[in-house]
Nanobody, 121 residues
Framework: QVQLVESGGGLVQPGGSLRLSCVAS????????MGWYRQAPGKQRELVAT???????NYAASVECRFAISRDNAKNTVYLQMNSMKPEDTAAYYC???????????????WGQGTQVTVSS
């Protein structure tokens, strides 16, 4: 059993910053790519950023230069530092990880429960 738990969401004013964290726990053998996605009301879930085990990153054009994804492999944790935030960043943010469990031979996609981020004055 593998669980992803996000934290760090909340209300922030336009131009402000937030840092999200996501910890993977359980029967983990190995974690490959980790990432953050978001879903605003009435919209489809979209990619925000991803990071490989070696630290290579990929960002959505809408957040590049404002957001930074990082990870601590020893802690099975991925972070999302969000700066210069805009009202259009308001969404539920979900953590994603490709995990191989102790009893698995394949990597599987796991998702967190989501954390709400609201950007408003």
């Amino acid at each position: 059993q593998v669980q992803l738990v996000e934290s760090g969401g909340g209300l922030v004013q336009p131009g402000g910053s937030l840092r999200l964290s996501c910890v993977a726990s359980g029967s983990i053998f190995s974690i490959r790519d980790m990432g953050w996605y978001r879903q605003a009301p009435g919209k489809q879930r979209e990619l925000v950023a991803t990071i490989t085990t070696s630290g290579n990153t990929n960002y959505a054009a809408s957040v590049e230069c404002r957001f930074a994804i990082s990870r601590d492999n020893a802690k099975n944790t991925v972070y999302l530092q969000m700066n210069s935030m805009k009202p259009e960043d308001t969404a539920a943010y979900y953590c994603n990880a490709e995990v191989r469990g102790l009893s698995d031979f394949l990597f599987r996609d796991y998702w967190g429960q989501g954390t709400q981020v609201t950007v408003s004055s």
